[in-house]
């Protein structure tokens, strides 16, 4: 098993540009998740989705969409970049099953906004 | 309102040491789960362990143990007789019974050879 990949690994956009992150995984688990990751902030959730088809609002979603097609892929779009959205970005998944279910990430993207 | 501090923005410790990372959250519910993350430099966040609310019971795996004191609302992680290949930076979350977790803003640890 993969586990959790995303697509690309680093990618660098000007500012206006557009683009969007895959997330994929093949552990058949019903919950989603973006983070991003910024220096002596933690990890921030962007958007999360608790199964296909639906999609719910994280602490910081301004500037970002999500789409929850099918099961094991969760899309992170960035219409017009800014260079306020240079991060890593990291997905995450999880079974569902239980609340004590954790979290699996995957290797995370490095965008640079310029 | 659910939070995660992580005091401890960095620290050093030389091989072999025993290093303790600090972990205390902030919830109103009665019922949350608590993790440690480690991320090391590659990058790519591990899980290590999770406590839910009615288990106080400290935990021990191998070098690392867990202190859960619902008392002092804390969670520390302990590392016993450190190794280099303990450096990276280590994330405490939380999570009630919804869907998010809460993240603290990691202890980067650095064990000199």
């Known amino acids: 098993n993969a586990g959790v990949t995303q697509t690309p690994k680093f990618r660098v956009l000007k500012t206006g540009q557009s683009m969007t992150l895959l997330c994929a995984q093949d552990?058949?688990?019903?919950?989603m998740y973006w983070y991003r990751q910024d220096p002596g902030m933690g990890l921030r959730l962007i958007h999360y989705?608790?199964?296909?088809?639906?999609?719910a609002k994280g602490e910081v979603p301004d500037g970002y969409n999500v789409s929850r097609l099918k099961k094991q892929n969760f899309l992170l779009g960035l219409e017009s970049a800014a260079p306020s959205q240079t991060s890593v970005y990291f997905c995450?998944?999880?079974?569902?099953?239980?609340?004590?279910?954790?979290?699996?990430f995957g290797p995370g993207t490095r965008l640079t906004v310029l | 309102a659910q939070k995660v501090t992580q005091a401890q923005t960095e620290i050093s410790v030389v091989e072999k040491e025993d290093v303790t990372l600090d972990c205390v959250y902030e919830?109103?519910?009665?019922?949350?789960?608590l993790f440690w993350y480690k991320q090391p430099p590659s990058g790519e966040l591990v899980f290590l362990i999770r406590?839910?609310?009615?288990?106080?019971q400290n935990e021990i795996s191998g070098r690392y143990s867990w202190n859960f004191q619902k008392s002092t609302s804390s969670f520390n992680f302990t590392i016993t007789a450190s190794q280099v290949v303990d450096s990276a930076v280590y994330f405490c979350?939380?999570?009630?019974?919804?869907?998010?977790?809460?993240f603290g803003t990691g202890t980067s640890l650095t064990v000199i050879p």
């Open positions: 995450a998944s999880r079974s569902g099953t239980r609340s004590t279910d954790a979290q699996y």
């Open positions: 552990m058949n688990h019903e919950y």
């Open positions: 989705s608790v199964g296909e088809g639906t999609t």
């Open positions: 919830t109103r519910d009665t019922t949350y789960y």
């Open positions: 406590r839910n609310s009615f288990d106080e």
């Open positions: 979350a939380l999570k009630h019974t919804g869907n998010q977790f809460y």
